[in-house]
């Protein structure tokens, strides 16, 4: 017997491209399926909610202006990093009580699903935008702008998968996002930031928040310079009271469907219209000509 | 007691030290010569640099709620210059801000009105017709605003136009290349004149702290520029990179302690450039009550020189009555 003691890491905030501790100092313990702790884990308040949105708000028009095909190279450089620590976040899957085959194909699908969407950068546009007929000298175009700064209240699981899903198509066309991770699982998302963070991606673009959801759900829906809301992972209590405090700056609410998730089918859980969810169509009258 | 032969001790050390007796108003007595101001200003004890940063940090500590950052933030407000000096100004610029200044959120009516509004002297006009009756004061820019280097005959010209045309307040600046010539006369008679010129306009005396290389320099330019009659010392112009800092307002704020203790003479102080946040108004009333007392929490001893710290107290007195963070989306720019 070795006398070593593990070195265990500290599962902190990713806010603004830095790994920050609460403002208020807390930590909660993590838990593993058997109900032992893996880790203590930052709980965020609402103060560091509001520095996260500070955060994410400087972030975004500077995202916004990149290229499509530049924000694309980014998300997929995400999926690159991924893949390279797909052995770290299987086990992180693990913990979850989740066999080890499912875990591996839970972290697989989730890298298909950023390279989906990062495929998706550049051509959005040419779906959701358009043309349109109009009777006179004019050409009449709309296009999507990015929303601006959208919460995303994650799925409490799949952790990861469920994340990966809801935050790419945000991203993709130049939101910035605030991220409340999964309560219960939240080391996959931890472990997903730091990917992120040597990914290429700006500071801000991402801010992933762990702790007690009930504490800052409210104050991300109440938040006037926050635009919209992803909320898959509030159940329907949370969600009335979110659609509520989200009224009072006329923010647009995403609530999940009816029914079971079915998170790694390819045809219903990842979609184009995803990306139009959280985009705002712009249309222009430009004269002809004579 | 000796050492090596030496006497030491405290007694014959503190006999020499310099004895701070200040004169009394008229600060300078009826004959100012270089001499004169050079006994005054030797009297000016040193400043301990770490000792004001250590102060000033330690007083930022303290934590404001409720009720009482509620009243701060109305104190703010009220003691709001609310500022534009660029030159690509323009009248319907000034009209603007005076709305603004006259009523700073247009929903609210329970938010005051800010102190001034603060412009250059060409569009001190355009400003007085625009606040007339609003209660809010005009503060102009002058003696060649932001260098001062200019002839005093320019300088002077140009406060007393700005204070013809109905400035309430003239933010001068003084000669620093004169201050660190060591001419202190110099700076001494410009402030003299200037406050004469304007009269009976508010003179309002900006050091440029960032430029005076040092706290000593700003406690000595402080104590000069209130012995030559400045209603209100000013740390900078905000052209200038450090501006306004808690530590060299503490300095500022211990010089007029000083000089009130010696005088008798009440001067008011307004920091400048830097100051954005909510947060950081709440901190300079801190200093400023625990330095000077409740008597100096008031617009007319105590200003904000800013411009994008109005909208940030609106924002933040919402926040504090709504209980929902706010947007600058919902607040006019101008």
Redesign the interface.
């Known amino acids: 017997m070795s006398g070593r003691i593990g070195v265990r890491k500290t599962y902190k905030l990713y806010v603004d491209g830095d790994f920050p501790r609460s403002e208020s100092g807390r930590t909660y313990p993590a838990l593993d399926h058997r109900g032992e702790v893996i880790a203590r884990v930052a709980a965020a308040t609402r103060k560091d909610l509001?520095g996260a949105?500070r955060a994410a708000r400087r972030a975004q028009p500077s995202w916004a202006a990149r290229t499509g095909y530049n924000r694309g190279q980014i998300i997929y450089r995400i999926a690159e990093m991924v893949e390279d620590r797909a052995a770290v976040f299987a086990a992180q899957v693990r913990m979850a009580g989740v066999a080890a085959a499912k875990a591996r194909r839970e972290v697989f699908r989730s890298i298909d699903r950023l390279v989906w969407y990062a495929g998706w950068a550049d051509k959005y546009q040419q779906v959701i935008g358009n043309l349109n007929p109009v009777a006179g000298p004019f050409f009449n175009i709309s296009v999507p702008e990015p929303t601006g700064v959208v919460g995303v209240i994650a799925p409490e699981a799949p952790a990861l998968l469920g994340l990966v899903s809801r935050l790419a198509p945000v991203i993709v066309s130049g939101n910035t996002a605030v991220v409340l991770a999964s309560e219960r699982w939240p080391a996959p998302s931890v472990v997903l930031a730091e990917a992120m963070a040597t990914a290429d991606l700006p500071g801000g673009v991402v801010n992933i928040l762990t702790g007690p959801r009930s504490g800052m759900a409210p104050?991300l829906a109440?938040?006037?310079?926050v635009n919209g809301i992803d909320a898959y992972g509030a159940d329907e209590d949370m969600l009335a009271g979110l659609e509520e405090?989200a009224a009072?700056?006329v923010k647009r609410v995403v609530g999940p469907p009816e029914g079971r998730i079915a998170w790694m089918d390819d045809r219903t859980a990842q979609s184009p219209y995803a990306i139009a969810a959280f985009t705002e169509i712009k249309t222009v009258w430009h004269p002809k000509g004579l | 007691m000796t050492f090596l032969g030496l006497p030491i001790g405290l007694a014959p050390m503190s006999a020499k030290a310099p004895a701070t007796v200040l004169p009394t108003s008229p600060v300078l007595g009826p004959s100012v010569t270089p001499k004169v101001i050079e006994s005054y200003l030797r009297a000016v004890p040193p400043v301990d640099e770490v000792g004001a940063a250590e102060r000033a940090a330690a007083l930022s500590t303290r934590s404001v709620k409720r009720e009482s950052k509620l009243a701060a933030l109305d104190l703010a407000v009220r003691m709001c210059d609310l500022t534009t000096l660029e030159g690509r100004d323009t009248p319907g610029k000034i009209v603007q801000l005076a709305s603004k200044a006259a009523r700073p959120d247009p929903t609210d009516p329970t938010i005051p009105p800010a102190a001034a509004l603060c412009v250059y002297p060409n569009l001190v006009p355009h400003a007085v017709r625009a606040l007339a009756g609003s209660g809010v004061g005009v503060a102009s820019v002058a003696t060649y605003f932001p260098s001062g280097q200019a002839p005093l005959e320019v300088k002077l010209a140009e406060a007393a136009w700005a204070a013809s045309e109905g400035a309430d307040e003239i933010d001068m600046v003084i000669d620093r290349g004169a201050f660190l010539a060591g001419d202190c006369l110099k700076v001494y008679e410009e402030i003299a004149a200037v406050g004469e010129a304007c009269r009976p306009a508010c003179l309002k005396v900006i050091l440029e702290t960032g430029e005076l290389g040092g706290f000593d320099n700003v406690r000595r330019a402080s104590m000069l520029a209130m012995a030559a009659g400045a209603d209100f010392i000013k740390t900078s112009t905000g052209k200038v990179s450090p501006a306004a800092t808690l530590p060299v307002t503490l300095v500022m704020l211990e010089a007029i302690r000083d000089f009130y203790a010696a005088s008798g003479r009440a001067v008011g102080i307004k920091p400048a450039g830097g100051i954005s946040t909510a947060k950081q108004a709440v901190r300079y009333l801190v200093m400023l009550s625990e330095t000077l007392g409740a008597a100096w929490l008031t617009p007319s001893r105590f200003r904000f020189g800013a411009s994008s710290l109005l909208n940030d107290l609106l924002m933040q007195i919402r926040w504090v009555r709504e209980g929902r963070y706010q947007s600058p989306d919902y607040f006019t720019e101008d």
Request: charged fraction near 20%.
């Open positions: 509001r949105v104050y109440s938040h006037l310079d405090a009072a700056g």
